[in-house]
């Protein structure tokens, strides 16, 4: 993924530099599979955390509040009121361990690459003895919950304060899988059920909501740009919603986020109503469920935000609002098929990973992390090459030994220095590393994005800066046979007698790989998409 960035302060690219023809690092969509903007039909939108980006960590702190409140009130000690969020402790994709209370970052196969028990990070012999192999059966969904979400972030941190508290609370004795107190025994596994409990309540209750609608300017990003974008959008393809808030919530968001009538210089579209801007809008989703077998779609009462019964079967309607209803719904409605959609949302599981898997839409994640990572990736290069350089030194140790060799040279300073770099280079992310890597590895979050993503940005405001006939080329993925064996360039004559005969009968290939047939598009197929 480091493909579309450079390290570090470089030379001014000069002519011919493909540097040169590269956006801003901080405008740029990144590509995982090519797609043709100009084939596009119908972009899609989810709402929380992608047309509605809410401002961090202010939200985050009002979330993480309320779920404290909660927990208070069904019956935990007030003594962990004193907890604030801290912004640079979680990161996506973390896992919770409901058996022995950790949080764990693992890679795409369930190997660790982060553990931590409450905010003590656990080390050699300590991880050994929670996980022996250093490893996760991932598929084990009742004991392991993958933490995806931008929601999930106050989460995270609430785990690791309520391990904290009750690890170092006088009144509670410590076993591996909870805590006892007097004839009381408080699992792990009832603590996690305790905090998704509060999480449901916050968002269900309408709390969250309320609290957010009452200070709109300090919890939500207002950006001129958004309707700009939806109106160029519209004029060449259609544009819906498709979000899991309520109508009203989601009326009164989308009403701030495209109200410029006080003036604002920097709006650069004339003041109409939200609706306007799209072809569908369909709230309360349900979101996964949205795009199996859905739910009833039903129509919305926009004067008083209640749903009209029964089930919704006539035309689209302009401007409407629906309720309910699934994938397929809107592809009736909007009389388009999966590959004409471009999906865009920030829940990898809710809006991309289903809507790839299970209706063949073009997606595009939004990661508002992106912009720190490639702050990081750029200003701390030094630590990526000194990496590198460790890996060439120890190449450099081997290069003349082989399976005949008795010597055995000493890399343990080496190891040990590989570490210490990449704990330096994690730490320049937060307490809990890289949301894409801890050191040379990649983790889960990476490798689902990687998987699932199309596109992917900091923001979906980025294809401002890309026309609507874009070819997005993916960069090639190279095997590790590719990436560490140099090309080396052999004619027939070179080859020897065995290759001549075979590189004569099968020349015309070359032609075949590097020119586009006059009548493709040169957009690739998703073969060996899951």
């Known amino acids: 993924m480091g493909s579309e960035g450079e390290r570090g302060a470089t030379a001014a690219p000069g002519p011919g530099d493909p540097r040169a023809l590269r956006r801003d690092c901080q405008h740029r969509i990144f590509v995982n599979r090519s797609l043709a903007l100009e084939k596009i039909k119908c972009f899609g939108f989810d709402m929380d955390y992608t047309l509605a980006m809410y401002k961090s960590p202010d939200y985050e702190e009002l979330a993480f509040a309320l779920l404290l409140e909660h927990l208070v009130s069904i019956g935990y000690p007030h003594e962990i009121l004193a907890y604030k969020y801290d912004p640079t402790f979680p990161t996506r994709g973390l896992v919770f361990d409901a058996l022995y209370g950790n949080l764990l970052k693992v890679d795409s196969h369930g190997n660790l690459l982060v553990c931590a028990h409450g905010f003590r990070f656990l080390k050699g012999a300590e991880i050994l003895h929670y996980y022996p192999n250093k490893f996760i059966q991932r598929d084990d969904m009742k004991r392991f919950h993958i933490l995806n979400t931008l929601f999930n972030l106050t989460e995270a941190h609430l785990y690791a304060c309520l391990v904290d508290f009750f690890t170092n609370c006088s009144r509670y004795v410590n076993c591996d899988t909870g805590y006892k107190h007097g004839n009381l025994f408080m699992s792990f596994r009832s603590m996690f059920q305790d905090v ?108 008083t935000g209640k749903l009209r019964i029964g089930t919704y079967t006539g035309p689209l309607q302009h401007c409407a609002v629906y309720s309910g209803g699934s994938s397929d719904v809107v592809c009736d409605l909007l009389g388009v098929k999966g590959k004409d959609i471009l999906y865009m949302g920030d829940h990898i599981f809710g809006d991309i990973l289903k809507s790839k898997k299970r209706q063949g839409w073009r997606t595009f994640l939004v990661v508002p992390e992106l912009a720190r990572e490639l702050q990081v990736w750029t200003e701390k290069s030094e630590l990526f090459e000194e990496l590198r350089s460790l890996d060439l030194f120890l190449a ?97 004559g070179e080859a020897g007698t065995a290759l001549a005969p075979w590189l004569t009968r099968h020349s015309h290939l070359g032609q075949q790989v590097t020119g586009v047939p006059p009548d493709s598009s040169g957009e690739e197929e998703d073969d060996g998409e899951a």
């Open 196 to 303: 998704r409990e509060a999480m449901d309540h916050v968002h269900l209750s309408g709390c969250l909501k309320e609290k957010t609608l009452e200070n709109l300017e300090k919890y939500v990003v207002k950006d001129p740009r958004v309707p700009l974008l939806l109106s160029r959008m519209k004029e060449v393809g259609k544009v819906f919603l498709a979000t899991n808030s309520d109508y009203n919530y989601t009326d009164a968001i989308m009403s701030y986020l495209f109200d410029f009538s006080d003036g604002d210089k920097q709006a650069e579209t004339p003041q109409r109503p939200w609706r306007s801007y799209f072809d569908l809008i369909v709230v309360d989703t349900r979101k996964p469920l949205f795009f199996a077998e859905g739910t009833v779609l039903r129509q919305v009462d926009t004067d």
């Open 396 to 492: 450099e140790l081997y290069q003349h030994l082989d399976s005949g060799s008795s010597e055995r040279p000493d890399i343990s300073s080496i190891k040990r220095r590989i570490q210490k770099v990449t704990h330096e280079m994690d730490m320049c992310y937060g307490k809990m590393g890289s949301l894409f890597r801890c050191g040379s590895r990649q983790t889960l979050f990476a490798n689902q994005l990687m998987r699932y993503a199309d596109l992917y940005a900091a923001s979906f405001i980025n294809f401002l800066y890309y026309p609507f006939s874009y070819l997005f080329r993916a960069p090639p993925v190279l095997m590790a046979h590719e990436s560490t064996v140099e090309h080396s360039r052999l004619d027939a």
